[in-house]
């Protein structure tokens, strides 16, 4: 990377003899080339202080920043504003990272990785709002993971698509209606360039369909120490329809669907091996990239001469495979055309039959009804397979007992490691700040490691509630800027966008709420009884507000007509000023939401949420949850650290879980969460809450922190794996 193309830095004081424009523009450049700098707030801040409209105005794009400054107004602006050394500590500090990795975690424990890592495919990276390559809750995940497998020193190397138009921007229009829109991305202002082989060339991998060759060139992106490479069809030699295969997320038809994962697993193993990668553990993450072991299954019988049989025997022993949603829409099936039109030149190099490819792909191999379901044939070709959460691991087991059908339901071979978040990322800098004053020096350094956060009942309750009210301040001048906005794009009247610029109140209770609108995770569960809802917002001792967030689907139009109906809300007197709606849900909008939430709702129809990661991000900066028993919340709720709503069960029919939920809802905000909230002492403090808080923050951080569960994964799947230790995932 471009970084070692830099002399290197001896002593940096008095720095501004030492360094040339030309060298200061360099190391500028060495940290916008590298995602590390997204996850440390010194270096974030320092680039945004270089032009903070501008930066805004970016997407807090690093490289697009840097580009509209030559090195001498680089040189000028960082004198004005005396960031050498700031620029100089940075670079230092990000070199001495990427140079050390002796004394991590990974170097200690998974050592026998190291010359042949981890292979983690995911069809999508959510790493920082300035690389649109993710739409939501999977894409963050598979980013945290690969961030802390950098922080651990886990050898890992990651592959996925590069979309060069990503998911779409989301716009409501006057009536509240869903507007999509697909941007192209500056691939020039991306932290990637083109991954190349041992000779110094450019990549191209070229996969074989029954209708004649795909292509797809090989991006690079540091993330840390962590490489992710990207696969991208918009090259010469691809059909113009090919060319924009990789265009977008999710979009199109089956065809297309299966057409990209063909190119991210089987072009995925290619691009590995042209890498001279050779892994010791494939890691399937969701079943986007279930073909790619057929093809490792390829490479072992050319290279290895090995039969098919055994060939799939080892290489299901180096997979893992992470299952991720109880919805059955949310798995992939293809008819027999499309798998033998896309996967026929591959089985011919197998020797296998169609029905025998077929078969592998579903659940009773001789049912010519059954279509190839993506999450069946990851599960045959997986040894170790694993849920998200403790309950999701029950229910995947139910789900797919038929596949084992001579085993007891507890006997199912797919465990759990529940999912957690990279800590680093979604720390608040004042959170963050207030804890190094009160924890342990390198404190960060245990994060994953239960009792690390014991500090936080040393921390002043006050000075805790203070730094989480003036998290809330900031998100509260966010949503007032961004509503403003909203309105006068729409044509709004002058007044209405004065008032947009007034919404919500500092000192109301204030509940967040942003998920994908999939109509299981009932937005409106809330407005069921509008009255009742409406006694809670306005009442006047103890008022409510709410801020809403989130995008549907483009195909799904139940979902769309939820964002209207929750977000047309804004016009009822009763609610206006005190409910917001903000567009373009994404890692930003995020940021500002969990890091300044006093509660974070979360009412899914159990058991269909997986997991769920937003509110274990809202967990770090204070807020308390207030969620159904549900994916990660049914095993982290304790009774003293956040709320829940109903008591964990569910009936037959949805219209009275539905109803059941929504009062168990209204009951615990009126008895347990608002009293709470606004029981103060002579200080103004609400104690009990605020205790909560330090609950929340004890039991939980640890916990649902990435570092707990890329440890986790090293431990029971990759390390078992690659050691060739035979056992069932041992992680109920
Ligand atoms: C964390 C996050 C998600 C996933 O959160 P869920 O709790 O699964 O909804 C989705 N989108 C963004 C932008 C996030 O930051």
């Given at each position: 990377m471009c970084a070692s193309t830099i002399a290197p830095d001896k002593v940096s004081e008095p720095a501004l003899i030492e360094l040339s424009p030309g060298s200061l523009y360099d190391k500028c450049s060495a940290l916008a080339k590298n995602l590390w700098w997204s996850w440390h707030p010194d270096v974030v801040n320092l680039f945004r202080d270089l032009d903070p409209v501008r930066w805004r105005q970016l997407d807090h794009n690093p490289i697009a920043l840097l580009r509209e400054f030559t090195p001498e107004r680089l040189a000028e602006r960082a004198t004005e504003l005396v960031l050498f050394t700031r620029i100089n500590q940075a670079y230092r500090r990000m070199k001495e990272y990427l140079n050390s990795n002796e004394d991590t975690w990974g170097n200690t424990h998974a050592g026998v990785l190291g010359a042949h890592p981890v292979a983690y495919f995911s069809a999508e990276f959510g790493l920082h709002e300035s690389v649109p390559i993710y739409s939501g809750g999977l894409g963050l995940l598979s980013g945290d993971h690969i961030k802390s497998a950098s922080g651990l020193g886990l050898p890992l190397v990651a592959i996925g698509l590069f979309y060069d138009q990503g998911y779409f921007k989301q716009q409501l229009d006057e009536d509240g209606y869903q507007q999509e829109e697909y941007l192209d991305t500056q691939v020039h202002n991306l932290p990637m360039e083109p991954a190349v082989d041992a000779d110094g060339q450019p990549i191209t991998v070229s996969i074989n369909t029954r209708d004649g060759q795909l292509k797809a060139k090989v991006w690079l992106m540091h993330v840390g120490r962590v490489k992710l490479y990207l696969l991208d069809c918009d090259v010469e030699g691809n059909s113009p329809h090919d060319r924009q295969l990789t265009s977008r997320l999710y979009g199109g038809d089956h065809r297309t669907r299966v057409r990209q994962e063909l190119v991210l697993g089987v072009g995925g193993v290619k691009a590995l091996r042209a890498l001279g990668i050779t892994p010791g553990v494939y890691h399937l993450n969701e079943g986007h990239s279930a073909f790619a072991p057929l093809e490792v299954i390829r490479e072992r019988m050319h290279d290895d001469g090995m039969s098919f049989d055994d060939a799939l025997r080892e290489v299901a022993q180096r997979t893992v495979f992470t299952t991720h949603t109880p919805v059955p829409a949310g798995h992939d099936r293809f008819d027999g055309g499309l798998i033998e039109e896309h996967l026929g030149p591959l089985r011919d190099e197998l020797g296998i039959s169609y029905e025998h490819l077929m078969g592998l792909g579903r659940v009773e191999p001789q049912n010519e009804s059954e279509s190839f379901c993506m999450t069946v044939v990851a599960l045959k070709l997986s040894r170790r397979a694993n849920a998200v959460s403790a309950l999701h691991g029950q229910v995947s087991r139910r789900m797919w007992a038929h596949l084992w059908p001579w085993r007891v339901e507890e006997e199912i071979p797919i465990g759990h490691i529940t999912n957690g978040v990279h800590i680093p990322t979604w720390l608040a800098y004042q959170m963050n700040t207030l804890y190094d004053r009160y924890f342990e020096a390198g404190w960060m350094r245990h994060m994953g490691d239960p009792g690390a956060w014991q500090a936080i009942f040393s921390v002043p309750p006050g000075e805790l509630w203070e730094t989480h009210n003036a998290l809330k301040s900031l998100l509260l001048e966010f949503v007032r800027r961004r509503v403003a906005r909203q309105c006068r794009r729409r044509g709004e009247s002058e007044e209405t966008v004065e008032a947009a610029r007034r919404v919500l109140n500092p000192n109301v209770l204030t509940i967040g709420f942003a998920r994908r609108f999939a109509t299981y995770k009932r937005a409106d569960l809330f407005s069921r009884d509008v009255d009742r809802l409406c006694d809670l917002i306005n009442n006047p001792q103890r008022p409510v507000q709410f801020i809403f967030a989130g995008k549907a689907h483009p195909a799904d139009e139940p979902g769309k007509q939820l964002i209207k109906k929750i977000s047309n809300m804004r016009h009822d007197d009763r609610f206006a000023g005190r409910l917001v709606f903000l567009e373009d849900y994404e890692i930003n909008v995020a940021r500002h939401m969990i890091q300044g939430v006093d509660v974070w709702l979360n009412n899914p129809?159990?058991?269909?949420?997986?997991?769920?990661?937003s509110g274990q991000k809202v967990v770090l900066n204070g807020g308390l949850n207030l969620s159904i028993l549900d994916g990660w919340w049914a095993e982290a709720y304790n009774g003293r650290n956040g709320f829940a709503i109903g008591n964990g069960t569910q009936h037959v029919s949805d219209d009275v879980t539905d109803a059941r939920d929504a009062e168990n809802l209204y009951d615990v905000l009126e008895n347990e969460v608002i009293p709470l909230f606004y029981d103060r002492d002579a200080d103004g403090l609400p104690q009990e809450w605020i205790e909560r808080m330090m609950n929340s923050i004890n039991s939980l951080a640890w916990r649902f922190s990435a570092h707990r569960m890329v440890t986790d994964y090293a431990r029971h799947a990759y390390l078992p794996s690659a050691g060739g230790i035979s056992c069932d995932m041992s992680i109920r």
């Open positions: 129809r159990r058991p269909l949420e997986a997991s769920g990661t």
